[in-house]
Each structure stands twice: as structure tokens, then as C-alpha cells.
Nanobody, 115 residues
Framework: QVQFVESGGGLVQPGGSLRLSCAAS????????VEWYRQAPGKQREWVAR???????NYADSVKGRFTSSRDSAKNTVYLQMNSLKPEDTAVYYC?????????WGQGTQVTVSS
């Protein structure tokens, strides 16, 4: 059974940092690009970042320079390091993997940036 589980969210003050994890099971995450999305209350889901199979990364302008995605094949996990967090980063964050068969989404992890 293929599954992706996000973790690492929480409550952090503005300017703080969090590292999100997207752990895969039933599939080798190293074979696929992984994308990060977020959805704030009352807003549409928004693309945040992408890491390719080879580790190349792309970021939304709103997070460029603050967020970094990386992968650890040994742990079958992709990470999203989030620094200099702002209140507008508050959202549920999801990882997404598209395979030939279907698109997979994790359950999401809540990130709240507030003082």
C-alpha cells in the first residue's frame, strides 16, 4: 500500500523555522518528483515547491529564499525546511507525488505562524 505521511508542523512565532517531512511507504520516493502544496483557511490550495528526482528544486515566489526542499533516499523521505516564517505561511501543508497510476497526497500537516 502506497502512502505518504507528512509531519513536522506546529505553532511557531514569526521569524521561526520548521522542517516538514514527507515519508513514503510502499514506494521508492527517490523515483519521483515531489511537490509541496499548502492550503490556508478559505483559500485555494497553492503550489509551494518541487524537488525533482535528481534534486533540482523550484519554489513559489512567495517562499523563495526562505524554504528549501531536500530528499533523503535512505530514509525514503523528502523534507521542506521553512525559515523566516511569516503569518501568511499559516496553512495545511501537503506533499504530492504523481505516478503513472495515480496522484498521491498525504494527509497534511498544520503550520501556524503566530505570536
Amino acid at each position: 500500500q502506497v502512502q505518504f505521511v507528512e509531519s513536522g508542523g506546529g505553532l511557531v512565532q514569526p521569524g521561526g523555522s520548521l522542517r516538514l517531512s514527507c515519508a513514503a511507504s510502499g514506494i521508492s520516493i527517490s523515483l519521483y518528483a515531489v511537490e509541496w502544496y499548502r492550503q490556508a483557511p478559505g483559500k485555494q490550495r497553492e503550489w509551494v515547491a518541487r524537488i525533482s528526482r535528481g534534486g533540482n528544486t523550484n519554489y513559489a515566489d512567495s517562499v523563495k529564499g526562505r524554504f528549501t526542499s531536500s530528499r533523503d533516499s535512505a530514509k525514503n523521505t523528502v523534507y521542506l525546511q521553512m525559515n523566516s516564517l511569516k503569518p501568511e505561511d499559516t496553512a495545511v501543508y501537503y506533499c504530492n507525488v504523481d505516478t503513472i497510476i495515480r496522484s498521491y497526497w498525504g494527509q497534511g500537516t498544520q503550520v501556524t505562524v503566530s505570536s
